[in-house]
């Protein structure tokens, strides 16, 4: 299994390169809502304050996630995925997407927030610890959605059912998230923190661990 992840992420490149549309698409929606948002705010009222700028900005990054992760397995066609049943094992399949996920998402992510702190402002007192919550969110929010995109795919609707079974844990997730980088906007210290931060890891392995236990099923069927 382990040989097989870095070829099958290699593989994700690949074909994310092959339809750069995709990632292009992707930054220009994270430019036209960060411009929406300045129009709507910023451009208005020319302040604004530091919970609607957090809030606002995780609020875009999450839209993205869904946008971003919900073609995970759908765009692949189905003679493709069996041909995969024949060569991998399914933990090989769903961590390389974590993995590939998560890289996507972290690099949205940071050019998302130099974007934003750009234009909106940047009123963050603890910029560290705000790229910790940037990059553990990020990989949370890939994990989860990488999960419930590869159970959805075996039903019809599948971007409304992967939105639907991900609300759950993704819940607890945001609310971790949000209070670590609200202690960054009051600038308080990464050594404060070490609890919601270590919640927040361990919650990312178990979704991560699950996810190599619960897939070889859906795999299967």
């Given at each position: 299994?382990?040989?097989?992840?870095?070829?099958?992420?290699?593989?994700?490149?690949?074909?994310?390169?092959?339809?750069?549309?995709?990632?292009?698409?992707?930054?220009?929606?994270?430019?036209?809502?960060?411009?929406?948002?300045?129009?709507?705010?910023?451009?208005?009222?020319?302040?604004?304050?530091?919970?609607?700028?957090?809030?606002?900005?995780?609020?875009?990054?999450?839209?993205?996630?869904?946008?971003?992760?919900?073609?995970?397995?759908?765009?692949?066609?189905?003679?493709?995925?069996?041909?995969?049943?024949?060569?991998?094992?399914?933990?090989?399949v769903i961590y390389s997407k974590i993995i590939y996920n998560s890289l996507i998402m972290?690099?949205?992510?940071?050019?998302?927030?130099?974007?934003?702190?750009?234009?909106?402002?940047?009123?963050?007192?603890?910029?560290?610890?705000?790229?910790?919550?940037?990059?553990?969110?990020?990989?949370?929010?890939?994990?989860?959605?990488?999960?419930?995109?590869?159970?959805?795919?075996?039903?019809?609707?599948?971007?409304?059912?992967?939105?639907?079974?991900?609300?759950?844990?993704?819940?607890?997730?945001?609310?971790?998230?949000?209070?670590?980088?609200?202690?960054?906007?009051?600038?308080?210290?990464?050594?404060?923190?070490?609890?919601?931060?270590?919640l927040l890891g361990a919650l990312n392995t178990i979704v991560v661990v699950l996810s190599?236990?619960?897939?070889?099923?859906?795999?299967?069927?």
């Amino acid at each position: 299994m382990l040989g097989h992840i870095p070829v099958l992420v290699k593989k994700e490149m690949q074909m994310e390169w092959r339809q750069r549309y995709a990632i292009q698409g992707l930054l220009l929606y994270l430019a036209s809502t960060i411009f929406v948002c300045y129009l709507s705010f910023k451009a208005k009222q020319h302040t604004i304050n530091s919970i609607t700028w957090n809030t606002l900005f995780w609020i875009i990054i999450l839209f993205i996630a869904i946008n971003a992760i919900g073609k995970s397995f759908t765009q692949e066609p189905s003679q493709r995925n069996l041909f995969y049943y024949t060569l991998v094992s399914p933990e090989a399949v769903i961590y390389s997407k974590i993995i590939y996920n998560s890289l996507i998402m972290i690099s949205v992510s940071l050019v998302g927030i130099v974007f934003y702190s750009w234009v909106m402002g940047n009123p963050v007192g603890n910029m560290p610890l705000y790229l910790l919550s940037i990059i553990l969110g990020s990989i949370g929010l890939a994990s989860t959605l990488s999960l419930m995109a590869g159970i959805a795919a075996q039903a019809e609707n599948s971007a409304t059912l992967m939105a639907v079974l991900s609300f759950p844990i993704i819940i607890p997730l945001l609310l971790l998230v949000l209070k670590i980088s609200k202690s960054a906007m009051d600038g308080i210290s990464i050594q404060e923190n070490w609890d919601e931060i270590a919640l927040l890891g361990a919650l990312n392995t178990i979704v991560v661990v699950l996810s190599g236990i619960l897939f070889p099923y859906i795999w299967r069927h």
